[in-house]
């Protein structure tokens, strides 16, 4: 048995939320980081942070496809090249936002302007969901 990511959240309300709804689907999950993410919502969204809700792996796809199905969201495509192979990252310019992040980090002071971003690998552009 191992332990993976299934999604990361934003704030606590949403992600008790799709616990919740998993539990009752018979997946059994729980939540890390939801105290540091309520406590320093600044740093949300830097380096994969957030309420990140953990599944047992043999649960991936289930647990997936019913995380889609109450979203409505298809497969993600891109926007400019409808392609398929999209991934989820810093995306472009990886060492610049690794720079400030360091620089955040050497001057405690939260830079919450650097967000993951989807990117597609087949056009080499950044785009949101
Ligand atoms: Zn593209």
Redo the contacts with the bound molecule.
């Keep these: 048995m191992a332990t993976i990511r299934l999604t990361t959240c934003d704030n606590a309300v949403e992600a008790n939320m799709i616990k919740n709804l998993l539990t009752n689907e018979g997946i059994t999950c729980f939540l890390t980081n939801e105290n540091f993410t309520s406590l320093m919502p600044n740093y949300t969204g830097m380096m994969g942070a957030g309420i990140q809700i953990m599944i047992d792996e043999k649960d991936a796809e289930k647990a997936s496809g019913f995380l889609a199905s109450r979203t409505g969201e298809a497969e993600l ?7 398929t ?2 991934t989820f990252g810093l995306g472009l310019n990886q060492f610049k936002k690794i720079f400030f992040i360091l620089l955040s980090a050497l001057t405690f002071t939260p830079l919450s302007n650097l967000k993951n971003t989807f990117y ?6 950044e ?1 949101k969901r």
């Design positions: 495509t891109c926007p400019n090249c409808n392609s192979n999209v597609c690998r087949d056009c080499k552009t785009f």
